[in-house]
């Protein structure tokens, strides 16, 4: 039987897990790689669940890695299964360029406590917007609307010094019927990474050349094949309310999308080309999407709406042009007025200026 190599790396895994318990496993990951050690992130986890590394807390079950941080609410019961989603956040390298977020793809993942069902959604990134159109698309997925969801506490989702979640996380919740709370461990939900675990053995399957919808509907086949039941309202007993059915739509965050206009008047934007007036070739612009809306707008740095577009499917390959009712003329932008002159006055157009939900974003 071959020497297990892990166990020349066990006295630093064990001294590093006893200095911190909570130390997320793709960080140990890349620290023994630094220190040489061949295996692969899967192998790591399983050593870690199987040595029983991590030295058990006050807010965890035991030594194996399992997150049981069930901070109490109300009467102070756990939820019941299939009724909180535990969600936490994957980082993957080395994307495949053509997605354009730069050296890290972001993976939401949203578990069902009590069950094995789950569910990962790549998304743009990590900014609030974003984080709320990642829950919509998970939540679809499960199919219902579990009552609780619990985060990590970090600082973009909840503010340090009064403990409350940001605005807008808060009005998403409402808009879902959820109550949100807090991992009280400071780990990230499942630190031995079984989902992760998962996830990190998929990712190197996607293709160099993969779009982002490829890649998606590759990750929902892995969840299907993971999950230990179809993703659905997973039962309630008879006296037990229905958990409540998905809004019809997603809660009205605005997506916000730096860009610059390319060479022949277009914007790039999830797979899609927008034109604009040729003359804006290289100025840098603003895509402003409302999560559900059917159009998206194009602006300029101050706000000035530049073109509206209906919205293309993602990695459809589209080259949108401008609508006929938008003539390039009327976009030509207003030539800069002498030092000491008032600004013009001009009307905002509620249907067509979208303010941003979030001053973050």
């Known amino acids: 039987m ?34 040489g050690y061949p295996g692969a992130y899967s ?9 029983r590394l991590r030295p058990p807390t006050g807010t965890c079950r035991d030594g194996t890695g399992a997150c049981t941080s069930e901070a109490p609410e109300g009467p102070g019961a756990p939820a019941r299964p299939g009724r909180e989603v535990r969600f936490a956040w994957l980082r993957l390298a080395d994307p495949p360029a053509r997605w354009d977020c730069g050296n890290q793809a972001h993976v939401l993942t949203g578990s069902l406590v009590g069950t094995r069902t789950w569910r990962g959604v790549l998304a743009d990134g990590e900014d609030l917007p974003l984080v709320i159109e990642a829950l919509d698309t998970l939540l679809r997925h499960l199919g219902f609307a579990p009552e609780r969801w619990r985060f990590d506490p970090t600082p973009a989702l909840r503010d340090p010094a009064t403990g409350r979640p940001a605005p807008i996380l808060a009005e998403a919740a409402a808009h879902y019927r959820a109550a949100i709370t807090w991992a009280s461990c400071p780990c990230r939900c499942d630190p031995d990474g079984v989902i992760g675990d998962t996830v990190h053995r998929w990712w190197p399957t996607v293709q160099a050349g993969a779009s982002v919808q490829s890649a998606q509907d590759g990750l929902d086949r892995l969840a299907d094949g993971d999950s230990d039941r179809p993703p659905h309202h997973p039962g309630a007993a008879a006296d037990e309310p229905a958990l409540p059915a998905l809004p019809r739509g997603p809660y009205p965050a605005t997506v916000c999308a730096p860009r610059r206009v390319d060479p022949r008047g277009q914007v790039l934007f999830r797979g899609n080309a927008y034109q604009l007036p040729a003359h804006l070739a290289g100025a840098l612009v603003e895509v402003q999407w409302r999560l559900g809306d059917a159009q998206l707008h194009i602006t300029a740095p101050r706000g000035a709406v530049i073109a509206t577009h209906p919205v293309a499917p993602r990695d459809a390959g589209r080259g949108c042009l401008l609508p006929p009712s938008q003539p390039p003329s009327a976009h030509r932008p207003q030539p800069p007025r002498q030092r000491g002159t008032a600004a013009p006055q001009q009307r905002a157009t509620p249907d067509v200026v979208r303010p941003r939900l979030s001053p973050d974003h």
């Open 43 to 51: 192998t790591l986890t399983r050593a870690l669940r199987r040595y």
């Open 2 to 35: 071959p020497r297990d190599e892990f166990l020349d790396y066990l006295p630093y895994c064990r001294r590093r897990l006893a200095g911190d318990p909570h130390l997320p496993a793709a960080e140990l990951f890349r620290e023994l790689a630094g220190l």
